[in-house]
């Protein structure tokens, strides 16, 4: 317990970023705020020590994939050290033993099934690298009910919410793709879930991925950590995006965007149609054939004062335990275009969604099976 609250306590102190999600009523206005912390104090290059021989892909591929997307360099260490750092060792439990508030390494402590896993690799390092889930964000109930009743006694402390003064924020949604997001039977008692989702049941399906950072995840160490890397940046990224700390004349753009600014949807690699729609007041409809490699982006605008509203009236797509944008049809409907949209892995039929903003993009990705397709329709509301 006093370990979980020097981690908690780092994280404060860390305060990665929360965004004031969009309010359907007020469609000219995103409310943010930023609280000055003191800064995270890895040394840079952030160096790293791996305990064992064995398998240590994962961690190595890990470190290359942030170094790919972020400004961050790490260094492998032949030897231990005691200072700033992170340092790996094998266990029969996943945990993270922070040192960061006493000037010393970080220990992640990983077994041996999530160390097979590089997904369950890059969701410790994330969160050792100050990432913290959503489930504990200040603003969590505008998104999930908490089943307290389901949390064993030893793991409610890490369900606990930090409160808004606690946390800087940058220009980021409640993700419900986070690669950072607990399982939602995590610490759970007996074959419950913790935690369900508010806005849409079907978001339940996506908490929890293993797969890879969403765009925010790394949009989130972007800004903390590289936010003075260009003297210039570029100005007026829009939908979710940033300037790209590796490009600093550009936008780092969600999928489905184009640079220079997000402003306009990538084009399609298949047969899709037109990339640009314009809904009405009556319903028009979208239709969409599987194809191998294909992916088909579609942004659909309505008239000022109004809203976009979809209706999924059938999709089939690859069945996965946990849903993810991969081989599958989603649907960014809120305003934050850079957070994971309502994904659909497998089939469902005549599932409306909230319209909360005038522009939604439709994303699909495909596959070899012809049987997979999506069928939706949209139209303009007040």
């Known amino acids: 317990m006093f370990l979980l609250t020097l981690f908690l306590i780092f994280l404060l102190n860390l305060s990665f970023g929360i965004e004031l999600e969009y309010n359907a009523n007020q469609e000219s206005r995103v409310k943010r705020a930023i609280i000055t912390k003191r800064k995270f104090n890895y040394t840079r290059p952030i160096r790293y020590y791996i305990k064992f021989a064995n398998p240590v892909k994962h961690i190595h ?30 266990s029969d439990c996943n945990e993270i033993l922070p040192g960061m508030d006493t000037g010393k390494a970080t220990i992640v402590q990983l077994d041996l099934q999530c160390l097979n896993n590089i997904g369950c690799v890059k969701h410790h390092i994330g969160l050792a690298l100050g990432l913290i889930p959503h489930t504990i964000r200040w603003d969590r109930k ?64 996506m908490l929890g991925q293993r797969e890879e950072f969403s765009f925010n995840d790394i949009k989130l160490l972007n800004d903390f950590y590289c936010s003075n890397k260009c003297p210039k940046k570029i100005k007026g990224c829009i939908n979710g995006g940033y300037p790209d700390p590796k490009d600093c004349l550009s936008c780092r753009c969600p999928l489905g965007y184009r640079k220079k600014l997000c402003g306009i949807p990538e084009p399609s690699t298949g047969e899709c149609g037109p990339s640009k729609l314009v809904a009405s007041t009556q319903y028009k409809t979208l239709e969409i054939k599987t194809g191998k490699d294909k992916v088909c982006n579609h942004l659909i605008s309505s008239p000022i004062r109004t809203k976009v509203e979809v209706v999924v009236v059938e999709v089939n797509t690859k069945k996965k335990a946990v849903c993810t944008p ?50 939706i329709k949209y139209r303009a509301v007040r």
């Open 61 to 90: 591929d890990s470190f290359a994939y942030l170094s790919e997307q972020t400004c961050l360099e790490f260094e492998k260490r032949k030897k231990s050290f005691k200072s700033t750092g992170i340092i790996f060792e094998i």
């Open 142 to 205: 505008d998104y999930i009910t908490l089943h307290k009743k389901n949390i064993k006694h030893e793991f409610s402390e890490r369900y606990k919410k930090f409160n808004g003064y606690h946390v800087r924020i940058f220009n980021t949604p409640f993700d419900f793709g986070s690669l950072t997001n607990y399982e939602r039977d995590y610490g759970a008692d007996g074959n419950n879930f913790t935690y369900s989702a508010k806005i849409n049941e079907l978001y339940n399906n």
């Open 326 to 375: 991969k081989e599958a049809l989603e649907i960014r409907h809120r305003h934050n275009k850079g957070a994971v949209g309502l994904s659909f892995c497998g089939k469902y039929k005549n599932i409306s969604l909230k319209p909360y903003f005038s522009q939604v993009l439709v994303r699909y990705e495909g596959s070899d099976n012809q049987k997979y397709k999506a069928i």
